[in-house]
């Protein structure tokens, strides 16, 4: 399974983007996906998760209530809609798919559980 990140890109604070993350391969269906960051100097942050056939959702703290992930199967595409960014949300974001098995939330927020990474797109929000 191949994983392509794009949609970042810079934007003023309270603006939005929308990440979308192409999968080939492997039919992207039967994978669970998520979002990652990475800050400079920082650790990778987990930002949301998806269940295979996207009924189940998880977001980080940070994440909720301002971003959404969601995925077309039939386009094996994952996406996630950020609004009110933030610059606290500049960083590298990656898309992930792993195998959680059916209708599962997943709770991996560390990433090991994911099998294939995407290259990231930059996200920097300006003050």
């Known amino acids: 399974v191949q994983l392509q990140a794009s949609g970042g890109g810079l934007v003023q604070a309270g603006g939005s983007l929308r990440l979308s993350c192409a999968t080939s391969?492997?039919?992207?269906?039967?994978?669970?996906a998520g979002w990652f960051r990475q800050a400079p100097g920082k650790d990778r942050e987990f930002v949301a998760s998806i269940s295979w056939n996207g009924d189940k959702t998880y977001y980080a703290d940070s994440a909720k209530g301002r971003f959404t992930i969601s995925r077309d199967n039939a386009k094996n595409t994952v996406y996630l809609q950020m609004n009110s960014l933030k610059p606290e949300d500049t960083a590298v974001y990656y898309c992930?798919?792993?195998?959680?098995?059916?209708?599962?939330?997943?709770?991996?927020?560390?990433?090991?559980?994911?099998?294939?990474w995407g290259k990231g797109t930059q996200v920097t929000v300006s003050q």
């Open positions: 391969g492997r039919t992207v269906s039967s994978f669970a």
């Open positions: 992930a798919a792993g195998i959680f098995g059916p209708s599962t939330v997943v709770t991996d927020t560390t990433g090991r559980g994911y099998d294939y």
